[in-house]
């Protein structure tokens, strides 16, 4: 391993279409105890890269999720998402086209995972059958196979491991076909072997659908897929840093980011971090 980070460059097309433009966006919400959730977060998102969303506990990484998200509005600044700014758009129509992925997210334990996948069809918590044609059957079928759950196909969500729900909603929220795809710590209380299976998942996903653009929330560089091309740094709702993982995944700006030593470190397409005083 080296000592700093050595990953290729990534280019960043500024020719690419923006999923996602913020410009300014704060949020404030004085009566949660902390007036200040975001300050002036600039940000701007490009067909197929996939970004990674660091911060410690109260960054302010989910409040930023869910903006992007369409889910909430900022207090001040601008928010475009597929070329339409918040305010003269439907936050219907946005959603429509957005992936969600999330461990808050509420599904049925009784339900297989062929019915949970196709709930993404129809945005629902329980399955709307009479809109569920062959096509999207076959697709939920197709969908399970190729992150990997084929054999799942009948099994209960319920006594299905962490690592594998976490694969059935990546597959649930696929199933609309969206062009971009927001994983709320995904890797959340998984073990080593299911980290490793959604990671090569994630990576997988990317190779299969070069179009698509993620965000994923994480607190952990060991969590990244190879193929992560950006990042940005979160810090009491503030960037600290954003752009390609070779110049915002440094030593220098985790250990601001967290607010003690941290030593980063890169090898073979992955990412390491370790703190020490």
């Known amino acids: 391993m080296t000592s700093e980070p050595t990953p290729p460059p990534v280019a960043d097309d500024v020719t690419s279409p923006a999923v996602l433009s913020l410009d300014g966006v704060s949020l404030h919400r004085p009566t949660s105890g902390q007036a200040v959730i975001l300050d002036r977060v600039d940000w701007t998102v490009r067909t197929g890269q996939h970004w990674a969303l660091l911060g410690a506990n109260g960054a302010g990484k989910t409040t930023l999720l869910k903006i992007v998200g369409a889910v909430t509005f900022p207090t001040s600044g601008t928010v475009e998402v597929f070329g339409s700014r918040f305010g003269r758009v439907d936050l219907r129509e946005l959603r429509a086209r957005i992936g969600l992925v999330s461990s808050a997210q509420r599904v049925p334990a009784e339900a297989t995972a062929h019915t949970v996948v196709l709930t993404g069809a129809t945005g629902t918590v329980q399955p709307v059958w009479q809109a569920y044609d062959p096509a999207t059957h076959e697709r939920a079928h197709r969908l399970l196979a190729e992150l990997g759950l084929k054999e799942l196909t009948d099994r209960r969500f319920g006594d299905c491991s962490s690592g594998q729900r976490a694969r059935i909603l990546i597959s649930r929220a696929l199933m609309a076909d969206p062009a971009l795809l927001l994983l709320d710590e995904p890797f959340?209380?998984?073990?080593?072997?299911?980290?490793?299976?959604?990671?090569?998942?994630?990576?997988?996903?990317?190779?299969r659908q070069p179009g698509l653009t993620t965000i994923t929330v994480t607190h952990h560089l060991e969590e990244l897929p190879p193929n992560t091309t950006h990042a940005l740094l979160l810090r009491d709702g503030r960037v600290l840093a954003s752009g390609p993982v070779a110049t915002a995944l440094t030593s220098d700006h985790l250990s601001a980011c967290f607010g003690r030593p941290v030593r980063v470190t890169h090898d073979e397409g992955r990412w390491y971090a370790r703190s020490g005083r």
């Open 188 to 207: 959340n209380a998984l073990d080593l072997p299911s980290r490793e299976d959604l990671i090569d998942a994630l990576s997988l996903l990317s190779a």
